[in-house]
């Protein structure tokens, strides 16, 4: 049976050992840290799991893969400590990857070791059509975020925009995924993942829209395969509205596929 590690104890792995519980995926949850001994203390009652006191004594223990739902900051050491003690990883914090000096080597330490890293698809559709596609040639990738006017509200403050004043959408930026996800941390991680996944620069372009309630993706691909296009209206998760639950149903849903005797998708 499968044996997991959590870094990051807050809504993300919360999510995931719910979902234990409820027997949708059934791994054997061994360790979980975070700095805040509160909340590592929390998930490890209701997991049943040893809590540690450090990355390193949670990567020492006899599990077969590490989960990184902690923030951007944290994966270059706990991707590191977790390949070098023979452990596949997770990563939730895609976003650090746009970092391609600490992408690449992640990568070459995986492959010395021979571990994997995961990268859930996110709150995007089409990753696995999209890879696919990167075997031919790409033409263009777009990714069109919108965003309701809340959930941008810190970048659009520090742009000078008042929000209370918005009554129609406004266009905030338009740049590469890069540029988008230097100027919004929080706000575009897809950006990463759409990057990765097909190989190709991307455009990308974030609107606040003050009518909407949800985080709506919009991704363009064009290649020589043909043309790819999804739309996502993703709903926030109930325990934390700047969490979407496709996000966190992806990772979950990789921990069932490591299970699983037949893989769907790519």
Known sequence: MLKIGLVGCGTIATLIIKAIINGKINPIVGAVYDKNTHKAEKLGKLANAQVCNSIDELVSKDIDIVI??????AVDEVATKSIKNKKDIIIMSVG??????????????????????????????????????????????????IKPVYGLRESLEKEGIDITSLSEPITIFEGSALEAIEKFPQNINV???????????????????????????????????????????????????????????????????????????T
């Open 191 to 265: 950006a990463i993942v759409l990057s990765l996944a097909s190989g190709f620069p991307i455009k990308v372009k974030i609107i606040a829209d003050p009518s909407i309630s949800s985080n709506r993706h919009r991704v363009i691909v064009k290649g020589s395969t043909g043309s790819i296009s999804t739309i996502v209206d993703n709903n926030p998760c109930k325990d934390n509205p700047k969490t979407s639950a496709l996000a966190a149903y992806s990772v979950i849903r990789i921990i069932k596929d490591l299970s699983e005797p037949i893989i769907i998708g």
């Open 96 to 145: 650090a990857f746009a970092n391609e000096k600490l992408y690449l080597k992640l990568y070459n330490l995986a492959k010395e070791h021979n571990k994997k890293i995961y990268i859930p698809s996110g709150a995007i559709a089409g990753i696995d059509a999209i890879k696919s596609a990167s075997l031919g040639k790409i033409y263009e990738v777009i990714l069109e975020t």
């Open 68 to 73: 990184e739902c902690a923030s951007v900051g």
